[in-house]
């Protein structure tokens, strides 16, 4: 009878345990979900917050206590910025539109050669190089800004948009970045390319390139965010008006529109919205191609 108690007891002291431990799981997830719904929430409320103002008068939004809603929806301000002849909306986004997919392009060509170099190859120095472009990471650029400006006057790009292009050519972040790719691909692709006869260039571009797509629309997807954003170097660089990109017209027209936040808000909707339909579209291409750089 002792032993009947003590082998029908064990498996329904294993079975509560399983039960106590599937319980506390399910809490622990529910409770992970419920802190990242909260940070979620927390970091959209200003980016709401905007949107939300940009469809209110002046009046409402300085108004205490603040509405969240628009009481009375209106389209007035976007009316008033696409129609303001100071303010030419579309070639400020051509501006920014140049400066950024040409600095995504070279970055892309430099850093994908770059990291195919440092991946596949040996040479003298090779790693003492490398660690000097790693190295450039930790400087800040307010420190580089001075030496950049004079090369561009000794250049003769003040004021012109290749200014704010051949600066932004190289990357040391995408050198590294594509090198950690590319050092997981097998390189019996690349003796199977020569056996065929196939050039180090012809191994580059028809072997290398079409095996880092998810890196290089990572690493381009995250140039264009970084360039369409840029406000210091432009800042410094560009003194013309019609030169202007985006983020330096933006602070312009706050600073000619101090009280009128409506107006303010509606400018910042209309110059944030192409980089957040980018990032909508090609967001898994960010998850994919850090994920697969961290696995090779």
């Not at 190289?170 to 196939?198: C, H, V, Y």
């Not at 797509?213 to 840029?230: E, K, Q, R, V």
């Not at 432009?234 to 101090?258: A, Y």
Request: hydrophobic share 50%; glycine share 6%; net charge positive.
């Amino acid at each position: 009878m002792a032993t009947t108690s003590v082998s029908t007891g064990r498996p329904a002291a294993m079975a509560n345990r399983r039960s106590r431990l599937y319980v506390m799981k399910r809490l622990r997830r529910v409770a992970l979900y419920a802190l990242l719904t909260l940070g979620c929430l927390v970091t959209l409320l200003p980016f709401v917050w905007m949107i939300l103002g940009s469809f209110k008068t002046s009046g409402e939004i300085i108004r205490i206590p603040p509405s969240f809603w628009p009481e009375n929806p209106t389209l007035q301000n976007y009316r008033t910025i696409l129609t303001d002849p100071k303010l030419p909306l579309a070639r400020f986004y051509l501006n920014s539109l140049f400066v950024s997919v040409s600095v995504v392009t070279l970055t892309l060509f430099t850093s994908s050669l770059a990291g195919f170099i440092f991946a596949k190859y040996e040479f003298f120095g090779k790693n003492v190089a490398f660690s000097f472009i790693l190295a450039t990471l930790m400087i800040p650029f307010q420190v580089l800004m001075i030496p950049s400006y004079l090369i561009l006057v000794r250049l003769g790009l003040i004021d012109s948009l290749w200014g704010l292009i051949v600066p932004g050519a190289t990357s040391a972040f995408g050198i590294f970045m594509m090198k950690q790719f590319i050092q997981g691909l097998p390189n019996e692709l690349l003796d199977a390319a020569r056996i065929d006869g196939s050039s180090e260039w012809g191994i580059y571009w028809r072997v290398i390139v079409p095996q880092v797509g998810p890196a290089l629309a990572t690493l381009g997807i995250l140039t264009f965010m970084g360039n369409w954003n840029s406000y210091l170097w432009p800042l410094v660089v560009i003194t013309s008006h019609q030169k202007r990109t985006l983020p330096i017209v933006l602070t312009w027209f706050n600073s000619m529109h101090g009280t009128r936040y409506d107006l303010t808000m509606a400018a910042s909707v209309l110059i944030v919205v192409p980089i957040l339909i980018v990032y909508a579209i090609f967001q898994r291409w960010i998850v994919q191609g850090f994920t697969l750089s961290g696995l090779k």
